[in-house]
């Protein structure tokens, strides 16, 4: 059987080196050593996420996975 493969991989939790913007609010900052949620919707184009935003995002995403699952036959 083929391995399975992760489609989302790109998701993960980093730990800022340096302070940041959030990509979804510019007026939230992550600041230096502070963990926060960062994506790949493009190879190479990270989106840094705050504490304060990435619980939405994240539930928008579980939102449509779990409907794409839902519409399967």
Same mark, same amino acid.
């Given at each position: 059987?083929?391995?399975?493969?992760?489609?989302?991989?790109? #998701?993960?939790? +980093?730990?800022?080196?340096?302070? =940041? *913007?959030?990509?979804? /609010?510019?007026?939230?900052?992550?600041?230096?050593?502070?963990?926060? #949620?960062?994506? +790949?919707?493009?190879?190479?184009? =990270? *989106?840094?996420?705050? /504490?304060?935003?990435?619980?939405?995002?994240?539930?928008?995403?579980?939102?449509?996975?779990?409907?794409?699952?839902?519409?399967?036959?």
């Amino acid at each position: 059987m083929a391995k399975v493969r992760n489609i989302i991989g790109d #998701f993960r939790v +980093e730990v800022a080196a340096r302070k =940041r *913007k959030c990509d979804v /609010k510019k007026d939230h900052e992550i600041g230096a050593g502070e963990s926060h #949620f960062a994506y +790949e919707k493009v190879p190479g184009q =990270r *989106k840094n996420v705050c /504490k304060l935003c990435a619980p939405d995002i994240l539930q928008v995403a579980q939102d449509h996975l779990s409907q794409i699952i839902k519409d399967l036959p």
